[in-house]
């Protein structure tokens, strides 16, 4: 059945509206992409279509033509974004979309315009000595984590589709090539500004400095300085978006200044990985051998990435560079205790405060090194809280989560004491913990499983499941509850890959 508002629709997938083209030319380089053998339309994230105002009939039709890149759609001017970066530390002065082409921008339902972004759709100017292909491994785990930190609640660039492209790619062995559709609030990244800050471009650094303004922080038209409220807006997004990382045991892997987005989603899940049990010096990627991108060392490493934004802006924020830098340092400073206030808040919320107390800290702080020295879980433990907030005979289930459970019994005292000065009622508690709380993450071992199926034997359900799971991580969802579980010893992944 039609309804009307499919009627009205016009008979084109996507109604673009390109504005990133408009910028100087030196931002992008025009370019279409790369034709692959036999597409195969692996999944098409319908409610995001929707959201997206595209018409989902034509993409059903012909999404594996779209997807792949082999049909460029009507409105369509694909171009690859110019941006440096630091890689681990390390300037390198022309990174860019090397193996991603931007088909264009849409206006969303709720007028928001997002990037519609081909990743592994052939080679660029930018690809270096890169092939510009996917191979579907991380196009999956692409998939999967970012729609999971989505129904989280924590910003996140969005999986539109993922299609096979019946082409091997060569890696250590030959995988079968895929591509990720990536729909993003905006491609910027802290390595854009940087790579128009390394050419000494001044025009330039304004321009896409005007153009993030009114594209995602529309509100500081009219701020004394809207360069320096941007610096400072971006710092702010970027607080709370770690703040909420640590939060679930997210850890990024490579969060390089061209992996730091100015609109504060989280973007680029190559290692990336959420931890099982609790240890705040966990590292997955296997590209990562000093540690630099740990879980507990991402607070910091943001700060330093803000850092070099704050550089790139400088001669916007004032003609006079001491006073810029003056401006600036403030600014990062800032950052640090913003952080701080916002992960305290979220704890809080974590172990079922309503009110705030000078010795909160001190309460969860001492949470976290008993989980760490007994081989806690962290999602689990903090479930098993909530469910205890509510109910007194759950407080086995929760000390099993511990490797001797008898631990547990200090902190639970100086926890019900806190709470019998917070105003909330235990029910009303229980149920607020269980919304801060999610019972199911991606779990690195369930991840794996599923890309494993997908790649050796071509079955896909693994992947289907998890998306269903995952897309309501804080209901209890009993038919799931193996899904809640840790990897046993034999299951555990202690590294993941950059997949490039
Ligand atoms: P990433 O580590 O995914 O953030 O990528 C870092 C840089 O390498 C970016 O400029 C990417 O576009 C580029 N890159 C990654 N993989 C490939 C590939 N297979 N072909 C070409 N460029 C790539
Ligand atoms: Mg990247």
Excluded at 51 to 74: M, Q, T, W, Y
Excluded at 109 to 114: I, L, T, V
Aim: proline share 6%.
């Amino acid at each position: 059945m039609t309804s009307a508002l499919q009627k009205n629709r016009p008979d084109t997938a996507f109604g673009f509206d390109n504005s990133y083209l408009r910028l100087p030319q030196n931002f992008f380089a025009l370019q279409a992409p790369t034709q692959v053998a036999e597409p195969w339309l692996i999944k098409l994230n319908v409610p995001l279509a929707e959201e997206l105002g595209l018409n989902v009939e034509i993409l059903k039709r012909d999404g594996a033509a779209i997807f792949s890149g082999n049909l460029i759609p009507e409105g369509a001017e694909p171009l690859a974004m110019a941006y440096s970066g630091h890689q681990f530390g390390h300037f390198v002065p022309l990174l860019g979309d090397g193996r991603a082409i931007l088909l264009g921008e849409v206006i969303d339902r709720n007028g928001q315009r997002r990037d519609i972004q081909l990743k592994g759709a052939g080679q660029t100017p930018f690809s270096r000595r890169g092939d510009g292909r996917a191979a579907l491994g991380p196009v999956l785990r692409e998939y999967i984590i970012s729609e999971a930190m989505f129904a989280l609640g924590i910003p996140a660039t969005r999986a539109l589709a993922a299609v096979l492209t019946g082409e091997g790619v060569r890696r250590e062995n030959v995988l079968p090539g895929a591509v990720f559709t990536r729909v993003a609030a905006s491609h910027i990244r802290v390595g854009t500004f940087q790579y128009l800050a390394a050419g000494g471009d001044e025009d330039g650094i304004k321009a896409l400095a005007d153009y993030v303004i009114e594209r995602h922080y529309p509100e500081l038209l009219a701020a004394e300085n809207p360069y320096l409220a941007l610096y400072e807006a971006v710092c702010n997004r970027q607080a709370a978006l770690i703040a909420r990382w640590l939060q679930v045991g997210f850890i990024h892997g490579v969060m390089n200044t061209d992996n730091m987005t100015i609109s504060g989603e989280t973007i680029d899940f190559g290692p990336c990985a959420f931890m099982d049990a609790y240890d705040p010096m966990t590292v997955f990627s296997s590209i990562d051998q000093h540690g630099r991108y740990a879980y507990a060392n991402q607070p910091g490493i943001g700060q330093w990435n803000l850092a070099r934004l704050g550089e790139a802006l400088l001669p916007l924020i004032d003609v006079d560079r001491d006073k810029a830098i003056e401006h600036a340092n403030a600014i990062i400073k800032a950052y640090g205790e913003r952080f701080h206030a916002q992960w305290l808040q979220g704890m809080r919320g974590k172990i079922g405060l309503d009110s705030a107390e000078d010795g909160d800290l001190e309460v969860i702080q001492s949470l976290l090194a008993l989980m760490q020295a007994q081989g806690a879980d962290f999602t689990l433990t903090f479930r098993r809280l909530s469910a205890l907030a509510g109910d007194p005979g759950a407080e086995s289930v929760f000390a099993a989560t511990f490797r001797e459970p008898a631990a547990t019994a200090e902190w639970l005292l100086q926890w019900r004491e806190r709470l019998s000065r917070d105003p909330q009622v235990p029910a009303d508690r229980a149920a607020a913990m269980k919304r801060a709380n999610p019972a199911f993450i991606p779990r690195n071992h369930r991840v794996e499983q599923a890309i494993e199926a997908a790649v050796q034997d071509g079955d896909f359900s693994l992947f289907e499941a998890l998306l269903t799971v995952l897309s309501h991580p804080y209901d209890e969802q009993p038919a799931f509850a193996a899904y809640m579980e840790p990897p046993k010893p034999e299951e555990r992944v202690l590294q993941t890959f950059c997949g490039t």
